[in-house]
């Protein structure tokens, strides 16, 4: 226990001179650094100099660094593109639709009207329907019929004589057909003469009999009708003409709605006055008619007469 204070005791003294010996040193280097004399112990006292250390201050000018900020402008790529914007303007005008002026023409009026002219002056106007059929034996020893017909609106060809007017029109599918007119004396004309030619074509005629380069022809020699000149003739019935030809043995042109004149004199397309087929025959029957009733009566006022006379004449013979 007493060991234990004492070695307190020593601590606590040792810890005290340190404390002195410090002080001591503390205040001599404050002495040193105010220029105090320090006293010697041998007597002598001896100034030390103050080493003043001057501490240059430079201030060292910052660096700048300029950082200069460009702001680059965004590329702007315009393109540029073409677009062309068609405005279709739609200007509605009215359309004022009229009723179209009907003129009635004359039943002799077409505007298909074949025609055939010698210079200005239309010699034939003519307007019908027309078919021909020819009916033939093929290798097979069968008949068969082929049909032709003339277009409305053919074209016509033929020729303006004196004493002959000619009529030529293509047939469909292939082939002509001639219409002849003469000039008699009694101031009058006629349709008297009819042809048609048609080449064989097996394609037309299919399994026919005939050689190649054969051309078929067709005639009619007999008058079909006779007008005035100046007039023309009409006739809306058919018309079956039978037509001869040596390699064929039935034919038969059937003509309907027709109206023809020939031997013109006029440059207009008007048909001169219209003579029916029907109205000209009219006539001649209702004299024949009345003749035949004339005639019967005649016969039956003899045979009465003849009858009374011979009673008259027994009776005679009985009174004497």
Sequence with gaps: MILKYAFCVF?????????????????????????????????????????????????????????????????????KINTTTTVSTTTSIPITTSAPTTTSPSPDIKSDIWIVSNGDVNCILAKMDIQFTITYNTSNDKPKDVTFKVLSNANSNGSCGQDMNKLILPLMPDGTIDFIFHNTVNNSYSMDYIEINIPVNNSIFINNTWSSNTTLIFTYSKQIFERNINDSYTCEAPNDVKLNCSMTDLNVLKLSNMQVQAFGTTKNKNFGVAIDCITRETPDIVPIAVGLALALLVIVVLIGFLISRRRSQARGYLSM
């Design 11 to 79: 601590l606590l003294a040792l810890t005290f001179g340190k404390n002195e010996k410090s002080s001591l040193v503390a205040a001599e280097s404050a002495k040193i650094n105010t220029g105090e004399t320090i006293p010697r112990t041998d007597g002598q006292n001896t100034t030390t100099p103050i080493s003043t250390t001057t501490i240059s201050s430079t201030t060292v000018a910052p660096t700048t660094t300029t950082i200069s900020s460009t702001t680059v402008a965004p590329t702007t790529t315009t393109i």
